[in-house]
């Protein structure tokens, strides 16, 4: 058996070559859909309020500029800052290179992040000069479910909803979404990071300031946890998280346990993605008292700041574990 890890890991290599990654391909503030435009595509730019990628490959800690840590490879500004409002429930709908098939990576925490655009607007704001971050939602591995991750339901359910925070103070804001994927991370430089930026406008009455902040890459360096990890070897200990604990500035969770509105279906088209054969996918309903739910108030002390929605189907499930080895 001790041969195993290696050999996965060979197999996971070979899967990363075979695949093209993704990104996010669009957003929505409580239910409201907004499009994005697809990496690199500099002449069929339309107005979205994702900042725009060139490319949807992985950021690796060697060989990566460092401005793309900030909000993806050469992200530039998007023209539309879109209207949320504190406790807002904002969801990504991520997808693979083509636009229409899923996210393949399972494995590696979902990390969520905010800026203030200060006095600024956002679509004029640079954030690759020693910006400011703060954490305001994170997840990592199913709990007690040895080498699984959250990230699967991004795969399966092609979204990942999280909510603002309560006292968010009123203004403008650089949400930076990242998708960390672990499965190449037992090697130094296996790592690869997903990061995505979308601009929006908070109405509040909330006067709440983080009190930590980060900064890219800087928190990403030698002696960070977490950056090189095996999650093939059984036991997985519990993930360190990089960029330290959830900000003082962060969602209460009470939007996001049983109690959580419906959520309107994933737009099936979109102006990058005109295909009428892409796959229909449904948005689950959040469970009511799933356990998915309980286990991630069992997970640490943390209410659930953050979740994918994880649609439990015992058949299709099953299927999908027998290809879930091979596919990491
Ligand atoms: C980066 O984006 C700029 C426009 O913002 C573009 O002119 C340039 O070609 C891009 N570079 C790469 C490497 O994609
Ligand atoms: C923000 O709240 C106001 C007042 O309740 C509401 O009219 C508006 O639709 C909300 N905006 C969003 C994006 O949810
Ligand atoms: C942000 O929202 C506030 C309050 O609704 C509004 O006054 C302001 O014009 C908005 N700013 C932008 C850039 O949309
Ligand atoms: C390295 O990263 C850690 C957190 O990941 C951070 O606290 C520290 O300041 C960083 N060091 C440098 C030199 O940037
Ligand atoms: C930040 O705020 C949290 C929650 O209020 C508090 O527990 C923590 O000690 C504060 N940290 C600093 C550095 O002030
Ligand atoms: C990954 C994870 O959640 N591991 C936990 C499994 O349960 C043991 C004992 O309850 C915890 O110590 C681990 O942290
Ligand atoms: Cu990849």
């Known amino acids: 058996m001790q041969l195993l890890p290696s050999i996965l890991f060979a197999l996971a290599l070979f899967a990363e070559q075979a695949s093209a990654h993704g990104y996010v391909n669009q957003i929505a503030v409580d239910g409201k859909w907004y499009p994005g435009n697809k990496p690199g595509s500099d002449s069929q730019l339309g107005p979205s309020p994702i900042r725009l990628i060139s490319d949807g490959g992985p950021l690796q800690l060697q060989g990566s500029e460092a401005r793309d840590f900030v909000c993806g490879k050469n992200a530039s500004k998007a023209q ?90 009123p203004g403008g804001y650089l949400i930076r979404h990242e998708l960390i994927s672990l499965q190449n ?40 946890d977490g950056l090189i990890f095996d999650t093939y070897t059984p036991p997985v200990p519990a993930y360190p998280f990089p960029g330290g604990p959830l900000s003082n500035v962060h969602a209460s969770g009470q939007g996001l346990g049983p109690t959580a509105p419906s959520l309107s279906a994933i737009p099936t088209t979109s102006q990058t993605d005109s295909a009428s054969d892409a796959p229909q996918c449904s948005v ?45």
């Not at 007690?144 to 909510?163: A, H, K, L, M, P």
């Not at 930026?197 to 002696?223: D, H, K, R, W």
């Open 80 to 169: 539309m800052t879109v209207p949320a409002n504190t406790s807002s429930l904002v969801t990504f709908n991520w997808v693979g290179m083509d636009g229409a098939s899923a996210w393949i990576h399972h494995a590696g925490p979902v990390i969520t992040y905010m800026t203030s655009c200060g006095s600024q607007s956002c679509d004029a704001f640079d954030a690759t000069v020693d910006t400011k971050w703060f954490k305001v939602a994170q997840l990592g591995q199913l709990p007690n479910d040895t080498g699984r991750w959250f990230q699967e339901g991004i795969s399966s359910e092609r979204t990942y909803v999280f909510q603002l925070p309560d006292q968010l103070a």
């Open 284 to 328: 689950a309903p959040p469970e009511k008292q799933g356990s998915t739910s309980s286990a991630v108030r069992s997970h640490d002390s943390q209410p659930p700041n953050g979740r994918c929605l994880v649609k439990r189907n015992t058949g299709r499930r099953a299927a999908h574990n027998a290809g879930l080895r091979r596919a990491w």
């Open 185 to 224: 991370a037992v090697a130094p430089n296996g790592i690869e990071f997903y990061p995505m930026c979308l601009q929006v406008n908070v109405s509040s009455e909330g006067q709440q300031q983080p009190n930590t902040t980060v900064t890219f890459p800087a928190i990403y360096n030698s002696s960070t």
